[in-house]
């Protein structure tokens, strides 16, 4: 196709194929500044794309609590593990007066029946 238009102009005067050649190169010089100005724009959207995209990463970053966050879990962290260490203390003591109680318990209990065995021995002894 594009050998279509020099095969023409080989038949045509001279004249009339310079001007079919001047024209050929205006449509041709033409149709690459159009190109040439689509690759500018295209290029010029890239960039700024690409700006949009690293300043939104700046904002992030410089928002970025990741750090500040870790700190503060580590210490929660570090508090958790020493309640649950006065927890496990705390059940371990209550653990050991719940058995001091029921011992007292048993041993008021046996405190009781020998009062009311000495108090019915000390009547009987009256009677």
Not at 38 to 46: D, P, Q, V, Y
Request: charged share 30%; hydrophobic share 35%.
């Amino acid at each position: 196709m594009e050998s279509l238009p020099i095969e023409l102009a080989k038949n045509l005067p001279p004249t009339i194929a310079g001007i079919l050649l001047c024209w050929l190169c205006w449509k041709l010089n033409r149709e690459s500044a159009s190109t040439r100005q689509l690759a500018e724009k295209i290029n010029f959207l890239e960039r700024e794309k690409i700006q949009g995209i690293e300043q939104r990463l700046d904002r992030h970053l410089k928002e970025d609590k990741s750090q500040e966050l870790l700190t503060e879990m580590k210490h929660v962290n570090g508090n958790l593990e020493k309640l649950t260490a006065q927890v496990s203390r705390a059940l371990e003591t209550n653990a050991g007066q719940s058995r001091d109680i029921e011992n007292n318990k048993q041993y008021i209990e046996n405190l009781r029946e020998d009062l009311q065995n000495h108090i019915r021995e000390c009547a009987d002894r009256r009677n």
